[in-house]
């Protein structure tokens, strides 16, 4: 069975920086074309995606930001992890992690995490 | 503002079809690139309904159907059930973007 968690802070200060970590379970990123994706959404707004980790290492960011983004993984393959620098309060979010699989023509997010909560706030 | 675009919101009775359209450009659903829908009830997990265009994942009803066309998509869920109320998004691959595009999300109400 594949689960996804999220894990981090609930409440960031403006201009800190945000650390988030998805557990996978039942799949390993060092298995040949899988990739984690997050994606979070901000209260009453759609989905946007972030970023991206394949199992090689390769990574994709949202290039709105891109700058302040940052995303990497363990060498275990069983851990993903978001950084996200210069916080402000329109960072608030439910912030998801997600499991893609091989594809050439675009991957769907097969598997989410439950989701969590992060608020900016001083 | 999404590259891909959803009406804000379908409604229906119960029983009666809903669709919901998704539009996108040449950079990422007229690309080629595979389109995908998620179905969204506030305070859970999005969940996978439609892969690759028109594929049910396993366990989701058949009454849920879509379809890709060019630079559009649709879903289509027939017998609407109250429990098929919330927000539902196409996503897609932006070659621009160099990364995953969601459509800006169509809130489902079965009157």
């Known amino acids: 069975q594949i689960t996804l968690k999220e894990s981090g802070p609930t409440l960031v200060r403006p201009t800190q920086t945000l650390s988030l970590t998805c557990t996978l379970s039942g799949v390993s990123l060092s298995a040949t074309g899988v990739g984690v994706g997050w994606i979070r959404q901000p209260p009453g707004k759609p989905l946007e995606w972030l970023a991206h980790?394949?199992?090689?290492?390769?990574?994709l960011y949202s290039p709105s930001l891109r700058r302040r983004l940052s995303i990497a993984k363990a060498t275990s393959g069983d851990h993903v992890f978001l950084t996200l620098t210069n916080v402000d309060p329109l960072d608030s979010a439910t912030y998801y992690c997600?499991?893609?699989?091989?594809?050439?023509?675009?991957?769907?997010?097969?598997?989410w995490g439950p989701g969590t909560l992060v608020s900016v706030s001083s | 503002q999404s590259v891909v675009t959803q009406p804000p919101s379908v409604s229906g009775a119960p029983g009666q079809r809903a669709t919901i359209s998704c539009t996108g450009t040449?950079?990422?659903?007229?690309?080629?690139?595979?389109v995908h829908w998620y179905q969204h009830i506030p305070g859970t997990a999005p969940k996978l309904i439609i892969s690759t265009n028109s594929d049910r994942p396993s366990g989701v009803p058949e009454r849920f159907s879509a379809s890709k066309s060019g630079t559009s998509a649709s879903l289509v869920i027939s017998g609407l059930q109250a429990e098929d109320e919330g927000d539902y998004y196409c996503?897609?691959?932006?070659?621009?973007?160099?990364?995953?595009?969601f459509g800006g999300g169509t809130k489902l109400t079965v009157l």
């Open positions: 997600a499991l893609t699989r091989a594809s050439l023509t675009g991957p769907s997010f097969d598997f």
């Open positions: 996503q897609s691959y932006d070659s621009n973007v160099r990364g995953w595009v």
């Open positions: 980790i394949y199992w090689d290492g390769d990574d």
């Open positions: 040449d950079s990422n659903i007229g690309a080629h690139y595979d």
